[in-house]
Nanobody, 122 residues
Framework: QVQLVESGGGSVQNGGSLRLSCAASGYGYSDYCLGWFRQAPGKEREGVASIFSDGSTSYANSVKGRFTISRDNAKNTVYLQMNGLKPEDRAMYYC????????????????WGQGTQVTFSS
């Protein structure tokens, strides 16, 4: 019933920017968290940013000051604006959702999108 669809991934240069989008459907007005995770080859899935139903946000230390998560309730969409991208940011980015408070642990989330890839041109 709950569906998450990511878009906006692509290829960028070092220092470039991308905005990822996650269209969410099937939610009511209960407490919930929408988050972004990423996974690079050979590495564990890690939390990037999250936004709670009250609008509060949290970020991984590695992306603070560079990434911004936001939400448009009218469009049922959460965004991840990524600036100053580095090679270390290369990964598959996933949108995830859970009922209750936000968490940086991927295994605590209930629903997942299929991911959108972020790569580099060179």
């Amino acid at each position: 019933q709950v569906q998450l669809v990511e878009s906006g991934g692509g290829s960028v240069q070092n220092g470039g920017s991308l905005r990822l989008s996650c269209a969410a459907s099937g939610y009511g007005y209960s407490d919930y968290c929408l988050g972004w995770f990423r996974q690079a080859p050979g590495k564990e899935r890690e939390g990037v940013a999250s936004i709670f139903s009250d609008g509060s946000t949290s970020y991984a230390n590695s992306v603070k000051g560079r990434f911004t998560i936001s939400r448009d309730n009218a469009k049922n969409t959460v965004y991840l604006q990524m600036n100053g991208l580095k090679p270390e940011d290369r990964a598959m980015y996933y949108c995830a959702a859970r009922y209750g408070y936000c968490s940086a642990s991927w295994f605590s989330y209930d629903y997942w999108g299929q991911g959108t890839q972020v790569t580099f041109s060179s």
